[in-house]
Antibody, heavy 122, light 108 residues
């Protein structure tokens, strides 16, 4: 049974760095082909893909946010960590992690965490 | 930036067929996926690789592709299908994931 769960602060101040952790079970990120992504959704708005990390430690970022994002993994803990620097109120959103499948042409997200709401406010 | 275009809303009566479209220039060269999201819940994968259905997804959810448009068809719509639906694909570089703006399905 695949499960993912996000954890991190519910409230951050503008200019601070956000650190989110995705703890998962039911698969291993050291297994060939495995990938985990982060996706966010501002209140009432659409989904936005942020970043992906692969089993071989390849990393991919949304080009519009790339300078602010860092994704990493701890395979022994079954965790993926996302950091986002210089947080702004527009970054207020529910942040999801998701296991990422590879169709050969584009990713798809077959299992999602429940999401964690992060509010950016002073 | 690359965009996937969906209608903001679709309305259908129970038992009818709902069709939700998603358009973009690169779709003939990429696969699309579809997700259902109910209020306060995480998205659920309905369709991947344009028309493949994950295990556990009812057969009344079907995906198709034609040219620059992919379509999610929900046959025999039920009240429980009322939700937001998102298409998702990638730009021509394959490494950049993009979501559509979402379609709110209302069951009348």
């Amino acid at each position: 049974q695949v499960t993912l769960k996000e954890s991190g602060p519910a409230l951050v101040k503008p200019t601070q760095t956000l650190t989110l952790t995705c703890t998962f079970s039911g698969f291993s990120l050291s297994a060939t082909g495995m990938r985990v992504s982060w996706i966010r959704q501002p209140p009432g708005k659409a989904l936005e893909w942020l970043a992906r990390i692969d089993w071989d430690d390849d990393k991919f970022y949304n080009t519009s946010l790339e300078t602010r994002l860092t994704i990493s993994k701890d395979t022994s803990k079954n965790q993926v960590v996302l950091t986002m620097t210089n947080m702004d109120p527009v970054d207020t959103a529910t942040y999801y992690c998701a296991r990422t499948g590879d169709s050969g042409l584009s990713d798809y997200f077959d299992f999602w965490g429940q999401g964690t709401l992060v509010t950016v406010s002073s | 930036s690359y965009e996937l275009t969906q209608p903001p809303s679709v309305s259908v009566s129970p038992g009818q067929t709902a069709r939700i479209t998603c358009s973009a220039d690169a779709l003939p060269k990429q696969y699309a996926s579809w997700y259902q999201q109910k209020p306060g819940q995480a998205p659920v994968l309905l369709i991947y690789k344009d028309s493949e259905r994950p295990s556990g997804i009812p057969e009344r959810f079907a995906g198709s592709s034609s040219g620059t448009t992919v379509t999610l068809t929900i046959s025999g719509v039920q009240a429980e299908d009322e939700a937001d639906y998102y298409c998702q694909s990638a730009d021509s570089s394959v490494t950049y994931v993009v979501f559509g703006g979402g379609t709110r399905l209302t069951v009348l």
